[in-house]
C-alpha cells in the first residue's frame, strides 16, 4: 500500500468509526486495525488524533459541498427550485442506513468545547453553508435574511432526523420553506 493508499484508507476507517462511535471512542489501535496499517505508519501519516480528525472534517466538508451543489444544480435554472432542492438533498441523506447527524455538529459536540481548532472548523463549515444559502436566495431576489432562516430549518433538520430517526423530517423543513420563500416573494 502506497502512502496515498494509506492515507486514504485511514481516512476512510476514521471517518466511518467517528461518524459511528464518536470521536473520543475510538482509540488508535482500533483504528490502526480497521485501517489494515501499522501504528508506525498510522502516526507517520497523522501525527496526532487531532490530525486525523481535521483531516476527516476536511473530507466530510468537500464531499458535503460537492453532494449539495450537485443536487442543486440537479434543480435546473428555477431559483425557487433551486433553493428547495437543498431538503430534497437532507431527504435522500436522512434516509441512508447509517446517518447519524450532522458530522459538524457531532464533533462540536463531542469537541467544541475542548478543542478550539475543531470549534472553528465547525464554525466555518456551518458558515459557508450559510453563504452557499445566501448564494441561492439572491437568485430569488428575496431578501439576504430569508438565506439565515432556511439555514436554520435545514440545520434543525439534520439534529432532529439524526435523534428521531426519520427522513420525513426532510419534507417538513422543505415545506417549512416553502411558505417562508413564498411569505416573501407576495
Known sequence: MNTEEARA??????EQLYYAKGYAAVGMDELRTAAGVSLKRLY???????????????????EWERML????????DDA?????????????????DDFRGCAFINAFGELGGTSPEV??????????????????????GAPASLAAQLSILAEGAQSTAAISADPGVAVHARQAAEVLIDAVSV
Do not use: C
Request: hydrophobic letters at 50%; proline letters at 1%; charged letters at 20%.
Open 119 to 140: 470549534a472553528t472548523i465547525v464554525r466555518e463549515h456551518k458558515a459557508s453553508f450559510q453563504q452557499y444559502m445566501t448564494e441561492l436566495v439572491a437568485g430569488t
Open 44 to 62: 507517520g501519516l497523522f501525527p496526532s488524533k487531532g490530525d486525523i480528525i481535521r483531516a476527516v472534517l476536511a473530507r466530510k466538508h468537500d
Open 80 to 96: 425557487r427550485a433551486r433553493l428547495l432542492a437543498v431538503y430534497g438533498f437532507l431527504e435522500i441523506w436522512f434516509g441512508t
Open 9 to 14: 484508507s485511514i481516512l476512510d476507517a476514521a
Open 69 to 76: 451543489t450537485g443536487a442543486v444544480a440537479d434543480a435546473g
